[in-house]
């Protein structure tokens, strides 16, 4: 019984905890110095009365600079506003592409299907040199438009490839029920199925969401004025003036800037993790 | 109240009636969008335009432009493959393309590793089981740019909390050169990919642990099987398909990585943590060759395309069996 205990001990609870602990403590530590005065924050590190862990003076003063000395706000809304509009459009598209191929027979559909697949794996910085010069000739350098047009490229793919697997899960009878009563295929298409997948789409929507939040090449290359920029754009450009990192301030911009997406996440756990197990089912 | 009967579905043309409500467009549209073909046709097309507009088109340029002397404000002219012997023969790319390399190769068989054996924890019962699952994926959520700049400050050459922590339990006498170092400055970005990375392993892998049955499990231990070989001859087998998508998954991200190392090192010091895509940002974005900079993002082609084939066999044979 005692030999259980320890090994239990040996096997999980001492491994669990120091995943835990090597997760969140960048996360803890983000936090601490955000609320640490700069008194604190460079002080040496063999310093006598150094308490690197807590702080007895917290404050709220880099908070405060960040909101009012900068327009950290600002890209809060930018973002903001940039992850909602092109996880629309991507919704929009994924939505009736994946129900193509979900669910209609027709020629080329499997073609389609893996090209759209192909189009998934297709990483970003493959493409950002030749998209920005594109973006240059169609006058979108530095407006949302530049980001709200592109990243749907690697939205789409993904919410179709989600959904598609969703819509094929809908029994084929219940949209024939539907047309036997009158409805057109298109009709049935909106009415019927559309409303069924709207846990699939509740887990494509947030996973999108929370992918356009954190991108950064293409909105690193696309915009330039400090105002149109996004937060993590913002932040690494924005906030280190010459060759000075001001931590307090960066860490509070880094929490900040993190806290919308954990808060989206913190609610929709459940669909967040079926869209990302099902983005690799594939 | 008039009616329309169609055809079960496959069927191209259904026997059309009438329909309620009927306008003059109403039945040519209706009976358009009754045809599969057409009703494919119509459903794609947004995806297909925006795909073709911001990934092909952008694609074939990308080809164009790598093989032309083009940088900014200068159109450029044909100049074969220059560009992409130039690249070659550059030891800063030399250097790029085999950090590439070296960086995903471990970092893919940390966050496995890591993430399995996190998979395997979260797998069991215990108390607080949710939030733990839950928080484990913050390193995923959270912005990369963000995190990755709280790893640069706990990397920090004069006060990096690391530095202090080693010290204070006798580890180190002076301070480790995080960042101010190439090959420390390369495992501390494969240790901030990891960390980030190893949360997407662990969780999808955990959905896959929970297909597998526990009558699996007690059927092995019956027959005397001990801890690991119950992992290696029940649960590694069933887990296997999921384990090869999330890994072929991660080696694109990690191959393709650019975030994480323009916050934590920007390449430095000395050119000598650059990937492929960051020294293709330096030369393309920052100094303006475009011709150039295009040359080396596509030197990433062949693997991720060898990549996507073995994948793309691979989901083939998995439909096909």
């Not at chain 1, 000395?69 to 996880?87: D, E, G, M, Q």
């Not at chain 2, 190392?261 to 920007?266: A, E, K, Q, R």
Request: charged share 10%.
């Amino acid at each position: 019984m005692i030999e259980q205990r320890w090994k239990k001990w040996v096997y999980f609870y001492i491994p669990l905890t120091l995943f835990i602990i090597g997760t969140l403590f960048p996360f803890y530590w983000m936090f601490i110095t955000a609320v640490r005065p700069d008194v604190e924050l460079y002080r040496s590190w063999r310093a006598v009365n150094n308490t690197p862990f807590w702080t007895l003076n917290p404050t709220l003063e880099h908070f405060r600079d960040l909101m009012a000395k900068t327009t950290f706000p600002r890209w809060l809304w930018n973002t903001f506003f940039i992850a909602c509009a092109s996880t629309a459009i991507s919704l929009f598209c994924g939505l009736l592409s994946g129900y193509a191929l979900g669910r209609l027979r027709f020629p080329m559909a499997g073609t389609l299907g893996t090209a759209i697949f192909v189009t998934y794996l297709v990483p970003p910085t493959l493409l950002f040199i030749p998209l920005a010069n594109i973006i240059r000739t169609f006058q979108l350098g530095d407006t949302p438009w530049a980001l709200i047009l592109t990243y749907p490229t690697f939205l789409i793919p993904f919410c179709t490839w989600l959904l598609m697997g969703y819509f094929k899960t809908i029994p084929k009878e219940l949209e024939e029920c539907a047309r036997i009563d009158g409805a057109t295929r298109f009709g049935a298409m909106v009415r019927i199925i559309f409303p069924i997948a709207i846990p699939g789409i509740l887990s494509a929507g947030i996973f999108a969401f929370t992918l356009s939040w954190n991108e950064f090449i293409y909105a690193l290359v696309f915009l330039s004025s400090p105002e149109r920029k996004t937060v993590p754009v913002g932040v690494v450009s924005e906030l280190i003036r010459g060759d000075i990192y001001f931590w307090g301030q960066l860490m509070a911009g880094a929490l900040l800037g993190s806290i919308p997406v954990a808060l989206v996440y913190s609610f929709f756990v459940e669909y967040y993790v079926t869209g990302l197990t099902g983005s690799v089912k594939g | 109240m008039k009616k329309s009967i169609a055809g079960g579905s496959g069927s191209a043309t259904g026997l059309e009636v009438a329909l309620p409500r009927s306008g003059a467009i109403q039945p040519v549209l209706t009976r358009f969008l009754e045809n599969e073909g057409l009703l494919a046709a119509l459903l794609l097309a947004p995806t297909i335009s925006l795909l073709g507009v911001f990934i092909a088109y952008p694609f074939v340029m990308g080809v164009w432009l790598s093989l032309s002397s083009t940088s900014v404000g200068n159109p450029g002219v044909f100049v074969g493959v220059k560009n992409f012997v130039k690249a070659w023969n550059d030891s800063i790319f030399q250097t790029a393309f085999q950090n590439t390399f070296y960086y995903t190769f471990w970092a893919t068989i940390l966050k496995l590793a890591l993430g399995m054996w996190l998979a395997l924890l979260l797998n069991r019962h215990f108390r607080g089981k949710r939030i733990v699952r839950a928080s484990m994926l913050l390193p995923f959520i959270v912005p990369t740019v963000l995190s990755t700049f709280a790893w640069r400050w706990m990397f920090d050459p004069t006060f990096s909390v690391l530095n202090w922590l080693l010290y204070q339990t006798g580890f180190i006498t002076t301070k480790l050169p995080f960042l101010s170092d190439g090959t420390y400055g390369m495992w501390c970005a494969i240790t901030v990919n990891t960390w980030r990375g190893m949360p997407f392993f662990a969780i999808t892998l955990l959905a896959g642990l929970q297909t597998i049955s526990p009558d699996l499990h007690e059927a092995a231990s019956l027959d005397g099987a001990n801890g690991w070989q119950r992992f290696w001859r029940v649960t590694w087998p069933l887990l296997k398909p999921v384990t090869l998508v999330v890994v072929v998954f991660s080696i694109i991200q990690t191959f393709s990585d650019f975030q994480l190392i323009y916050v934590l090192t920007g390449g430095g010091p000395a050119n000598s943590t650059h990937l492929v895509a960051t020294y293709a940002y330096q030369i393309g974005v920052a100094t303006g060759l475009l011709g150039e900079g295009a040359a080396i993002s596509l030197f990433m082609l062949p693997v991720l395309f060898i990549v996507v084939w073995a994948q793309l066999r691979y989901l083939r044979r998995l439909e096909g069996a």
